[in-house]
Nanobody, 120 residues
Framework: QVHLVESGGGLVQPGGSLRLSCVAS????????MGWYRQAPGMQRELVAV???????VYDDSMKGRCTISRDTAKNILYLQMNALKPEDTAVYYC??????????????WGQGTQVTVSS
């Protein structure tokens, strides 16, 4: 089994910063792409940013210039540094990973999410 566990969410004032982390563990052979998504109440889950195993990054326009995605490939940890946060960034943030398990299966795994609330 593979587990993704996010952390780092919380309550922050507008203009503040947060750094989210996601640790992948379990029966992992290798991880290809990793990404951050978010889902606000009543809304569909949407992409925030993706990073390939080669380090190429893609950002959604909603947070481009205000966030940075990075990963520690050796430790299977994904990060999202978010700055200049706005109330509309309030959502549950999920990480995912496209990975190959030790049994050779390719799959996409999701974490349980971490709540980010931007409010004064």
């Amino acid at each position: 089994q593979v587990h993704l566990v996010e952390s780092g969410g919380g309550l922050v004032q507008p203009g503040g910063s947060l750094r989210l982390s996601c640790v992948a563990s379990g029966s992992i052979w290798s991880i290809k792409d990793m990404g951050w998504y978010r889902q606000a109440p009543g809304m569909q889950r949407e992409l925030v940013a993706v990073i390939t195993n080669g380090g190429r990054t893609v950002y959604d326009d909603s947070m481009k210039g205000r966030c940075t995605i990075s990963r520690d490939t050796a430790k299977n940890i994904l990060y999202l540094q978010m700055n200049a946060l706005k109330p509309e960034d309030t959502a549950v943030y999920y990480c995912n990973a496209d990975l190959i398990s030790t049994t050779g299966d390719l799959s996409r795994s999701w974490g349980q999410g971490t709540q980010v609330t931007v409010s004064s």
